[in-house]
């Protein structure tokens, strides 16, 4: 079984900044993609950002310039930089990955979502 167990939200004002961390624990032989989403009241989780195992990265065009994603692959960690927030980034944000649970068979896991909440 994998874990992966999100740090870091919190309440802050608009152009603030905050740092979301994530990582994963288990039986890990590796992790491919990892990710971030968010998911606002009443809104559809959506995708804020992913990160290939190779450091490819991929953005929502509305965080693009503000938010940068990275990953400690010997700590099994992504992280989530936050930049420049603004009361629209107001959602509880979760991270997944990809992970290869043995040599033949990949399986996408979730944490349990950490909120986030920026005031005008």
């Known amino acids: 079984q994998v874990q992966l167990v999100e740090s870091g939200g919190g309440l802050v004002q608009a152009g603030g900044s905050l740092r979301l961390s994530c990582a994963a624990s288990g039986i890990i032989f590796s992790i491919n993609a990892m990710g971030w989403y968010r998911q606002a009241p009443g809104k559809q989780r959506e995708l804020v950002a992913t990160?290939?195992?190779?450091?490819?990265?991929n953005y929502a065009d509305s965080v693009k310039g503000r938010f940068a994603i990275s990953r400690d692959n010997a700590k099994n960690t992504v992280y989530l930089q936050m930049n420049s927030l603004k009361p629209e980034d107001t959602a509880v944000y979760y991270c997944?990955?990809?992970?290869?649970?043995?040599?033949?068979?990949?399986?996408?896991?979730w944490g349990q979502g950490t909120q986030v909440t920026v005031s005008s």
């Open positions: 990160i290939t195992g190779g450091g490819r990265t």
């Open positions: 997944n990955a990809e992970v290869q649970v043995s040599l033949t068979r990949t399986q996408v896991y």
